[in-house]
Nanobody
Framework: VQLQASGGGLVQAGGSLRLSCATS????????MGWFRQAPGKEREFVAS????????LYADSVKGRFIISRDKAKNTGNLQMNSLKPEDTAVYYC???????????WGQGTLVTVSS
């Protein structure tokens, strides 16, 4: 299964963006879909995850209360609603799939989010 992330762009601080992760039309078969991000000069970090069947969510402390992860099983698509964006949220955002957030074995190509102050 290939993942395709989209929805990135340039937004002012305090604004919102919605990222999507599509599975190229095939059925999502992993247990967890997750979003990670990598800012310039930094390592990739966990943002949020959701279990595909049960919809259980997990968030990094830095985005808790601002970001909402969801999935549409009928469309085989995951989403990340990002609200109250801050300049420190600027990064390339990747969606991934795997058995859990520590063993993501499939990645999308990344989508750039830039938050201006």
């Amino acid at each position: 299964v290939q993942l395709q992330a989209s929805g990135g762009g340039l937004v002012q601080a305090g604004g919102s963006l919605r990222l999507s992760c599509a599975t190229s039309g095939r059925t999502f078969s992993s247990h967890v879909m997750g979003w990670f991000r990598q800012a310039p000069g930094k390592e990739r970090e966990f943002v949020a995850s959701i279990t595909w069947d049960g919809g259980l969510t997990l968030y990094a402390d830095s985005v808790k209360g601002r970001f909402i992860i969801s999935r549409d099983k009928a469309k085989n698509t995951g989403n990340l609603q990002m609200n109250s964006l801050k300049p420190e949220d600027t990064a390339v955002y990747y969606c991934g799939a795997g058995a859990n957030v520590l063993t993501m074995n499939t990645w999308g190509q990344g989508t750039l989010v830039t938050v201006s102050s």
